[in-house]
């Protein structure tokens, strides 16, 4: 994980382990403390600090996105894979719960 993404996390106050669902809560909760229209004392700081949140927000969303395994993807072989078992034994030759 570079700096970047390892600051994004730290800005939005993602443990450790998240899932994505708990990264949505976490960026909701930061944005409404920093959202521009709740900050009347200090607008351009508030406007500032959201607009860190929703880039670090994105960037970490990118991140998960990234490294998900879409199995409705294309194969090489520019065949499609109707389900992830069948995807799993092109790719692998077996099934690793059922051994066939």
């Known amino acids: 994980m570079d700096k ?6 730290a800005l939005l106050g993602v443990p450790e382990r998240a899932s994505l669902r708990e990264v949505r809560r976490l960026f909701r909760e930061k944005i409404f403390l920093w959202h521009p229209d709740r900050c009347a004392s200090a607008p351009e700081e ?3 600090k959201s607009q860190e949140i929703i880039a670090a ?3 970490v969303v990118a991140y998960c996105e990234k490294q998900q395994i879409d199995f409705s993807r294309k194969g090489t072989d520019d065949e499609m894979w109707e389900d992830p078992a069948e ?3 092109q790719r692998f030759g077996s099934d690793p719960l ?3």
């Open 87 to 89: 995807f799993w034994k």
């Open 98 to 100: 059922t051994g066939g």
């Open 57 to 59: 927000y994105n960037r």
């Open 46 to 48: 508030c406007r500032e």
């Open 4 to 9: 970047e993404m390892s600051d994004a996390l």
